[in-house]
């Protein structure tokens, strides 16, 4: 079974981004630190205060850096900055102390931002810490002054985190979906590892199509119409009848039009007959896209993409005698590729599909250029054959 350290390990990239992020929050709280300090540390009670601060982002961010990423969660560790950011001194000074307000509402929309776009927290908590800010912001407006028009600036850095965070979030929802695969097969994975595999022994295979909807999607959002989209693919599981394919064909989809169908094989025993489902599964998903934008006359042309290869795969450590367990990106990257170095209204697959598929169906050679004009061997999909 995978275990958390090789769960942690997959999420790398993006853990180590948001820790990228966090030398960003760490900057904006030294701001408001050294801010306070040089406004309200002559005010009795404020010193302490701001050593209270001090030590708690210290702490916190020493904690984060050192551990080379977020060992009690992401979350956990978002909420604790964001009371720190948000803990403005100001509610505790005299109202002799100097106040400008619009300098401590573009203080406090920038705390907001921050929460929002840079700690990687997820929307409830995110919410909560929003609501947490402004109470103190709100407290602090009421003790020394009404409001004035600059008020609204923190709207916009509100908008402007959520656009950022949003980014950010979206930038790792591929490697999301594939973590969810990963953890489909982890009990069958243990399984496998259990009846003493020889060394380098294949664990897993897989065949992937990948298709993109998004134009599509698109079009029908903008006329109101997901719902016949939706109806449509209701239409074609229950028409081509997955009774002896279900189980076998696996779908994922994001809900903004990116599928995945897959099927997996245990090369111990396979022969590749799913992936000849998944070739079938293929043709009949472009022949329902095709007569579907014929007969409601849409300029739509769909491209797919099909790829095989190691899905999980092991290495042997003879010293300590220990398996572990990983995944390889590639067949699912590679299917992707052939979906978008494709032509439109074809079925662009890699060379392995090709050698897999080759006795049940037609293929018509492809190649184009890659990065750095290296030539890729790929087929076009054309029918099944008649045997």
Known sequence: MLNPEE??????????VYQKLYYVNAIIYLYFLIYEGTTLSTFPGMISLL?????WGIFLLIYVFSNSGFPNGINTIGVLLSLGLGFQIQVFAPESANFNFHSFTYGTALILFSILSLTGMNILYSLLMILYVKIVYFIIIYKYTEFQYTYFSIYIF???GITLGSIIKDFFQGEARLSKLINYWKDYSSQLVSENLPKEYILQNASTLYLDLTGLYNYYNSINGLKILKDLLSLFYSNIELIEKKGKINKFDDSKGHFWFVVYE?????DYSDSIFLGEFALELRELLSKHCNENKLDFSFRMG?????????????????????????VFRTAK???SQGINGEIQVSHTVY????????FSKRNYNGIDNEVINSYLLVKKKHL
């Open 355 to 362: 050698d897999n598929l080759k006795r049940e169906f037609i």
């Open 51 to 55: 050593i209270l601060k001090s030590l």
């Open 337 to 339: 590729d052939m979906e």
């Open 7 to 16: 769960k942690k390990e997959f999420n790398y990239s993006k853990l180590l």
């Open 306 to 330: 099909m790829s095989s290869g190691n899905y999980i795969d092991y290495t042997h450590d003879t010293k300590n005698s220990s398996l572990k367990i990983f995944k390889s990106e590639d």
């Open 266 to 270: 245990n090369p111990r025993l396979s």
């Open 158 to 160: 509100i908008f402007l």
